[in-house]
């Protein structure tokens, strides 16, 4: 069965043609972040049109390059939320339209499910039952996995996402938007050992996760390092690395709880603070010491792709799932 997969839940048009039988045949990816860029985060109406832009020419540049035509399409797949309302309703719109045109399946998938499947894609896919943790800007949570749908909630965030705070952090340090993959190259020119922050909530049981404390105390360095007129290059850098060191082992603390609580042997990270090498060599670390594995997508199937989308609607579509008549655009959707 060949699925269309549609991404458009924030300012990434993602588009992907996937096979249920040959993979992954095509994907293309347009970025809005330079026309977010003078913002300082994304703008939705902007964000909504241009995924109307962009979305139907990416569709026939993907169809082009694996040499198919509309017509070998089986079924569709689009994020139908969480995400911005205006620009997920892009994607449903083009979806329903051409499935409706086409007579065939058409389906809302939930982004994160996209997120937590993505490591599918790759050579050495997870098996069945794992541990996830997703990472993404919107959201940090650790999700048993039984199968597909199969989801227990094991902790999340109670206030920032890891993302989030990567972002915010970014800004503090004059970095622009996206932050995370700046202020991990920022990080790289640090000196360890010269500040050391907080991990929060690791001190109590749980599996929840809190980063509102750690940005107010990166900001509160950053204040008193420019008060002191020292907030100069090796600072900054020495700051970005305290404070990604900080979130690499809280998440690695509470993933390495959640696997023992849970007796999983399998971890799998995604989202786009799944990217950030630092995460996944501790990740690797601290797996190995329990004789347990981490999973995780190439870099460009971490952060919002249509390949995702495609791999995931995929998987529900062959089992029958399908949208009746009405576009889903859910702003808000637990996993
Ligand atoms: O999954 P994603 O592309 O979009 C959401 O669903 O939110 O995640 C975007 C988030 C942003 O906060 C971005 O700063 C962060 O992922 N991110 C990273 C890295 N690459 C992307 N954070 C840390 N290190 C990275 N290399
Ligand atoms: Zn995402």
Known sequence: MLILGIETSCD??????????????????????????????????LASRDHVRKLLPLIEQILAEAGLARADIEGIAYTAGPGLVGALMVGGAVAHALGFSMSIPVLGVHHMEGHLLAPMLEQNPPAFPFVALLVSGGHTQLVQVSGIGEYILLGESVDDAAGEAFDKTAKMLGLDYPGGPRVAALAEKGQAGRYRFPRPMTDRPGLDFSFSGLKTFTLNTVNAARAAGDLGDQTRADIALAFESAVVDTLAIKCKR????????????????????????????????????????????????????????????????????????????PL
């Open 258 to 333: 959640a696997l023992q609580l849970t007796g999983c042997k399998r971890l799998v990270i995604a989202g786009g603070v799944s990217a950030n090498t630092r995460l996944r060599a501790g990740l690797e670390t601290m797996t190995a010491k329990l004789g347990a594995s981490v999973f995780y997508a190439r870099p460009e199937f971490c952060t919002d792709n249509g390949a995702m989308i495609a791999y995931a609607g995929a998987q529900r579509l062959r089992a029958g799932q399908q949208d009746g008549d009405r576009i889903a655009a859910v702003p808000r959707w």
């Open 12 to 45: 990434e048009t993602g588009v992907a043609l996937y096979h249920t039988e040959r993979g992954l045949l095509a994907h293309a990816l347009f970025s809005q972040v330079a026309i977010h860029a003078d913002y300082g985060g994304v703008v939705p109406e």
